[in-house]
């Protein structure tokens, strides 16, 4: 799968840009500021239907501009697809292929598989669960169209059961058979997604520990440690349990929406004694990891976005980056840098074909 072509029209710092993409390396050069990272969140947008670094769709459109709009024209088995998002100010986001719009966002979601490595990852080391919880979601869901839909009616019931708390505790009141509907819901769906996580990560652990060993030459042992409410009975064992403490808070205190994913450096949590180099690492081989694990389920090259690579990362690491992506398991490439002569000598080390865009 290639990104053949890119414009951009009102969208974040760009009034008008087009872009022809090369087929394997692209890097887009220039100062702090300018866009570089811009061009390839609009990448990212085309993939997932919003923003990786933005989530309030309407704060993407330029600044006293009324809509954006994003095309990306790609070569895929064989064919063309034409992709677009736009987005006018107090409507709704609109995603359409070659001209045809979605009716639900979730259908576009693992059409063009991509994987970005950012700085904006460490928040899944320094932020709290949920960031860590949408990561494991995120790489399912480019993969599992059933799971996608079980998070969404977990999250719906999840939120209606809430809001029947909430409605107890204003009321004065309470109906345990109206809780229980919402009970045996969320413990289907709960169920459901515990199993898909638990055998996802059975399999990407081992793919993500490989990379990590490749990035830093065996030096360091790292692990990912899922854990979950559910390890220790059912979610609805778990409610029925929770229910005093539930109603009192009004909200739904245990479940799947609790779950957490450790990373640990040597059996200690890597936040608190990994160095900067080694939380980048880190995070770069669970971005690779991501990679391969979609590559071979879905046997399409995931799309690489490397925003900042180079920075925080010494040059050894960054040459075994470097050889990691030479060879023909990668696809399409897109680098950001501040640097260009610096962009220039790492890719050259590269066996395959580049363009650079200074903005």
Do not use: W
């Amino acid at each position: 799968m290639i990104l053949k072509s890119l414009s951009l029209l009102n969208y974040k710092n760009f009034d008008s840009k087009s872009f022809v993409f090369n087929d394997k390396i692209n890097c887009i050069v220039g100062n702090n500021g300018i866009g570089k990272t811009n061009v390839l969140d609009a990448i990212y947008h085309l993939s997932f239907g919003k923003s990786y670094f933005n989530p309030i769709a309407a704060q993407n459109i330029k600044h006293d501009e009324g809509f954006f709009v994003i095309n990306g024209d790609y070569e895929k088995d064989d064919k063309i697809e034409k992709i677009a998002i736009s987005l006018k100010r107090g409507q709704k986001k609109v995603i359409k292929r070659n001209g045809k719009i979605y009716d639900k966002f979730s259908e576009h979601i693992g059409f063009l598989p991509l994987v970005i490595i950012s700085p904006a990852d460490r928040d899944l080391i320094i932020e709290g669960s949920d960031t860590r919880r949408k990561f494991i979601d995120s790489v399912i869901s480019q993969s599992d169209k059933n799971y996608l839909n079980q998070l969404i009616s977990y999250n719906k019931t999840l939120a209606q059961r809430n809001a029947l708390l909430k409605y107890f505790a204003l009321n004065h009141t309470f109906n345990a058979d109206t809780l229980e509907v919402y009970n045996e819901q969320l413990n289907i769906f709960g169920a459901q997604i515990y199993e898909k996580r638990k055998h996802f990560l059975e399999t990407f652990i081992p793919i993500f520990k490989s990379r990590y060993e490749a990035i830093s030459n065996g030096k360091e042992l790292v692990n990912l440690v899922y854990s979950s409410q559910l390890e220790e009975n059912d979610l609805k064992t778990l409610l029925k349990t929770a229910l005093s403490k539930d109603r009192a808070l009004q909200y739904t205190s245990v479940g799947i929406h609790k779950d957490d994913l450790n990373f640990n450096i040597e059996e200690h949590p890597i936040k608190k004694f990994g160095s900067q180099g080694q939380q980048k690492s880190f995070l770069i081989a669970l971005k690779l990891a991501q990679f391969d694990f979609l590559k071979n389920l879905s046997g399409v090259n995931p799309i690489l976005l490397l925003d900042d690579i180079f920075d925080k990362l010494d040059e050894q690491r960054v040459s075994q980056i470097i050889k990691l992506v030479d060879d023909e398991n990668f696809g399409q490439l897109f680098i950001s840098d501040t640097h260009a002569d610096r962009t220039e000598k790492a890719v050259k080390q590269v066996h395959q074909s580049y363009e650079i865009f200074k903005l």
